[in-house]
C-alpha cells in the first residue's frame, strides 16, 4: 500500500514537471498569444472604420489566435499567460504587438516539428494577422493624436 501511494506521488510529481516545463518551453507563443489578445481589444475599443482595414483587422488577429491555440494545445499546454506588459496605451501598443508577434513568428518558424500541422497554420495566421494590423495602424488614427486619420 506505502510503495503504491510512493508511486502514486512520483507519478504525479512527473507529470507536474513535464506540464510545467512544457509550459514555459513555449513562453514566446504564449506571449505572441497575449499581444494578440492586446491588439484585439485595442482595435475593439478604438472607433472608425480606417477603411475597412480596423475589421479585417480584428478577424484576422481573432484567426490567429485560434491557431496560436490550437499549436499551445497540440504540445500540451492548455494554461496561458498573462500578456507582458507593453508601456503605453491604445494605439500606441500597436507597434509592439507586432514587434511581438514577429518574434513569435520567427521562433515558431525555427522550432521545427511537434507542432503536428498547427505549426504552419499558426505561421500563417500570424503572417496575416501582421500584415493586417501594419494596415490598420498605417491607414488608422495616428498614436497620440485623437481623431486624426492618415490616409
Same mark, same amino acid.
Given at each position: 500500500?506505502?510503495?503504491?501511494?510512493?508511486a502514486?506521488i512520483?507519478?504525479?510529481?512527473?507529470?507536474l514537471?513535464?506540464?510545467?516545463?512544457?509550459a514555459?518551453?513555449?513562453?514566446y507563443l504564449?506571449?505572441?498569444?497575449?499581444?494578440?489578445?492586446? @491588439?484585439?481589444?485595442? =482595435?475593439?475599443?478604438?472607433? *472608425?472604420?480606417?477603411?475597412?482595414? %480596423?475589421?479585417r $483587422? !480584428?478577424?484576422? +488577429?481573432?484567426?490567429?489566435?485560434?491557431?496560436?491555440?490550437?499549436a499551445?494545445?497540440?504540445?500540451?499546454?492548455?494554461?496561458?499567460?498573462?500578456?507582458p506588459f507593453?508601456?503605453?496605451?491604445?494605439?500606441?501598443?500597436?507597434?509592439?504587438?507586432?514587434?511581438?508577434?514577429?518574434e @513569435?513568428?520567427?521562433? =515558431?518558424?525555427n522550432?521545427g *516539428?511537434?507542432?503536428?500541422?498547427h %505549426?504552419?497554420? $499558426? !505561421?500563417?495566421? +500570424?503572417?496575416?494577422?501582421i500584415?493586417?494590423?501594419?494596415?490598420?495602424?498605417a491607414?488608422?488614427?495616428?498614436?497620440?493624436?485623437?481623431?486624426?486619420?492618415?490616409?
Amino acid at each position: 500500500m506505502f510503495r503504491s501511494i510512493v508511486a502514486l506521488i512520483v507519478l504525479a510529481s512527473v507529470v507536474l514537471f513535464a506540464n510545467s516545463a512544457t509550459a514555459g518551453e513555449y513562453t514566446y507563443l504564449q506571449d505572441a498569444r497575449g499581444q494578440i489578445y492586446i @491588439a484585439i481589444q485595442v =482595435l475593439e475599443s478604438t472607433g *472608425g472604420n480606417w477603411a475597412g482595414t %480596423r475589421k479585417r $483587422a !480584428i478577424e484576422t +488577429l481573432k484567426g490567429a489566435m485560434a491557431e496560436v491555440d490550437a499549436a499551445l494545445r497540440f504540445v500540451g499546454v492548455t494554461t496561458y499567460k498573462e500578456a507582458p506588459f507593453i508601456k503605453g496605451k491604445g494605439l500606441d501598443r500597436l507597434p509592439q504587438c507586432v514587434k511581438v508577434m514577429r518574434e @513569435a513568428r520567427e521562433k =515558431l518558424s525555427n522550432a521545427g *516539428g511537434g507542432f503536428g500541422t498547427h %505549426r504552419m497554420s $499558426a !505561421i500563417r495566421a +500570424l503572417d496575416a494577422a501582421i500584415r493586417e494590423l501594419e494596415t490598420g495602424i498605417a491607414k488608422g488614427p495616428q498614436p497620440g493624436k485623437r481623431g486624426k486619420v492618415a490616409r
